[in-house]
């Protein structure tokens, strides 16, 4: 099983650290998708390294203001609040529960 993040420089830090550290510590293969390679800098200073171009990446995907959408295996959400609903989210999927 893999995951992708999507993101770019000025990130909010935990946004981007709570689900990539909390699905490395599942055994998920995580890539980083950016506008460039390299790495990426959040806003407090941590840096991220790029895995994937965006270009590369093939998401055709339609926004929803929710603290967490579920599209298949598609989990987003918008902001450090929605942390919570989202890694539930992210766990039922793991473990294979349905939402």
Excluded: C, W
Excluded at 13 to 29: F, M, Q
Excluded at 76 to 96: H, N, T, V, W, Y
């Amino acid at each position: 099983m893999k995951a992708l993040i999507i993101s770019a420089d000025n990130f909010e830090d935990s946004e981007l650290l709570v689900p990539y550290y909390r699905l490395k510590e599942e055994g998920i293969a995580v890539d980083v998708a950016s506008m460039k390679a390299g790495s990426i800098k959040g806003k407090h200073g941590y840096e991220v390294e790029v895995t994937k171009a965006l270009k590369d990446v093939d998401a055709g995907a339609l926004y929803e203001d929710a603290e967490v959408v579920v599209d298949n295996n598609l989990i987003s959400s918008r902001q450090p609040s929605d942390l919570p609903a989202f890694m539930r989210e992210i766990m039922k999927k793991l473990r294979g529960k349905k939402t």
